[in-house]
């Protein structure tokens, strides 16, 4: 079993002198252009710890920008078109939408960021690695697909650093048949992120953007796109049916990274850079495309939620999917508190761009019994 993989466009029959001669001006553009990344988003949020960046001038077309452009406004990086044309045409088809930056306030949730918290206890299976296959995992609030390494620290060439994915905004209501007294919040996000899995060895809360779903009992239905980084921030509003994009680069150290979130129906988008603010590091040894039930809180009743386009490069731009069938890979099944059935499940393949891409996730027997509860 293997994780697949592609590479730069460095053409592998260069001998090593003429190697050696590009590499290094390629290496020093990359890193100007990262650390650009991080000075570029200087414009504060109403959030400590959380910048923007620069509105871009009026008629800005990003995928006719240079990179230093995209990195001065917050456009995740041009993918190369010749080495990986997917993600290039989930990447253009994201930029030629983002159309209308949204710069309003982020609200904070209070108390709803959560790591995995595995079934059977803090030394439960997560930690098992299967002798083939994705490790199969069970947690009382995530659901989906996570690909580990064994570092430690951030490293220049493993970790992960760039993850995306598009997102189906889902309908979002109480479990069939059970009660819904007023006020009560059924809620459940979506998201992809780096780092945060398994909770036994990860050294920092995800870094993720994503879309926040909730029904509250006889009032109505809230959709949202956030970021976050330990914290949930909402940002702009999204709706039943849109289909939302997310790209999280990684930087690692104290500046962990940029989230670009956009819903690709509105047109709507906004970017944002995180710092640390108790001295986490990034670390990049993880990276997922997760459902979950908040902390504290019973899961919406979604039915379905469909995830397409999903990859991560790691910092040697090799690429990796949730569709990878590698032992360093888990499939995460939701369980209620009690840990008595599953209550939300993902549908992973391996073959074929849907396979290697996309992943089906449905609520079970929380929607059919009322089964799942906070």
Not at 283 to 308: C, K, M
């Amino acid at each position: 079993m293997h994780i697949t993989m592609r590479y730069s466009s460095i053409a592998s029959g260069f001998v090593a002198l003429a190697l050696s001669a590009v590499a290094t001006p390629a290496l020093a553009q990359s890193d100007a252009v990262r650390a650009l990344y991080v000075s570029a988003a200087n414009v504060p949020t109403n959030v400590p710890g959380i910048n923007t960046y620069a509105q871009p001038p009026k008629g800005f077309n990003p995928v006719a920008a240079t990179d230093e452009e995209l990195a001065t406004y917050g456009f995740p990086p041009r993918p190369n078109k010749q080495v990986d044309a997917d993600h290039y045409a989930l990447w253009e088809r994201a930029m030629l939408a983002a159309k209308i930056r949204w710069n309003g306030e982020l609200k904070p949730l209070p108390a709803r960021g959560h790591g995995m918290i595995p079934a059977g206890g803090p030394s439960s299976q997560e930690d098992a690695v299967p002798l083939t296959g994705p490790a199969k995992v069970d947690s009382l609030n995530w659901s989906g697909v996570a690909l580990r390494n064994s570092l430690k620290k951030w490293s220049t060439t493993a970790s992960f650093n760039d993850i995306y994915t598009e997102i189906s905004v889902p309908t979002t209501q109480a479990p069939f048949g059970a009660p819904c007294p007023s006020g009560t919040v059924f809620a459940q996000y979506s998201w992809a992120g780096i780092d945060g899995y398994p909770p036994s060895t990860s050294i920092g809360p995800p870094l993720r953007g994503g879309v926040v779903a909730e029904r509250v009992c006889t009032v109505g239905e809230f959709y949202r796109a956030f970021v976050a980084w330990g914290g949930v921030n909402t940002v702009f509003g999204v709706y039943v049916g849109d289909v939302f994009y997310t790209e999280v680069i990684g930087f690692g150290g104290l500046t962990p990274g940029s989230v670009f979130v956009e819903d690709l129906s509105t047109l709507t988008y906004g970017t944002y850079s995180v710092q640390s603010g108790d001295g986490t590091p990034l670390v990049g040894n993880s990276a997922q495309w997760i459902v979950e039930r908040p902390a504290g809180y019973p899961l919406a009743n979604t039915i379905s939620i469909f995830f397409d386009g999903g990859a991560v490069y790691n910092t040697s731009h090799h690429l990796f999917y949730p569709g990878s069938q590698a032992t360093t890979t888990a499939i995460l099944t939701m369980r209620d508190d009690g840990n008595t059935q599953d209550i939300e499940v993902v549908s992973q393949g391996y073959a074929g761009y849907e396979g290697l891409h996309a992943l089906l996730f449905q609520t079970t027997g929380c929607a059919f019994s009322g089964g799942c509860t906070p």
